[in-house]
C-alpha cells in the first residue's frame, strides 16, 4: 500500500523560506517520479512541481526560481525547498504519485502571513 507523509509546513511571513518533506512507502521509490501539488482555501488542487527518476526538476510558472524540489532514494523522500514566499503560495500541500495527485498523503499547511 502506497504511504506518503508529508512534513515541515507551518507558519511564515512574507519573503520567508520553508522546506517541505515528503516520506514515501509501499512502492519503489526509485523508480516512480513524484509530485507537489497544492490546495488554496476556495480553490482546486493545483500542481507544482515534479521530479523525474532522473532528478530533473520541472515547475509550474508561478514558483519557478524560488521552489526546488529534490529527492533522497536511499531515504524515500522528497522535499520541496520554498524560498521567497507570497501570501499566495498559502495552502496546503500534498505529495503525490501523480500528477492529479489522486495518491497523495495527509497535506502539510503552509500559511504565509505577515
Known amino acids: 500500500e502506497v504511504h506518503l507523509v508529508e512534513s515541515g509546513g507551518g507558519l511564515v511571513q512574507p519573503g520567508g523560506s520553508l522546506r517541505l518533506s515528503c516520506e514515501a512507502s509501499?512502492?519503489?521509490?526509485?523508480?516512480?517520479?513524484l509530485h507537489w501539488l497544492r490546495q488554496a482555501p476556495g480553490k482546486d488542487l493545483e500542481w507544482v512541481s515534479r521530479?523525474?527518476?532522473?532528478?530533473?526538476?520541472y515547475y509550474t510558472d508561478s514558483v519557478k526560481g524560488r521552489f526546488t524540489i529534490s529527492r533522497d532514494n536511499a531515504r524515500s523522500t522528497i522535499y520541496l525547498q520554498m524560498n521567497s514566499l507570497t501570501t499566495d503560495d498559502t495552502a496546503v500541500y500534498y505529495c503525490?504519485?501523480?500528477?492529479?495527485?489522486?495518491?497523495r498523503g495527509q497535506g502539510t499547511q503552509v500559511t504565509v502571513s505577515s
Open positions: 503525490s504519485t501523480n500528477g492529479l495527485g489522486t495518491v
Open positions: 509501499g512502492f519503489t521509490f526509485s523508480l516512480v517520479d
Open positions: 521530479i523525474d527518476i532522473e532528478g530533473r526538476p
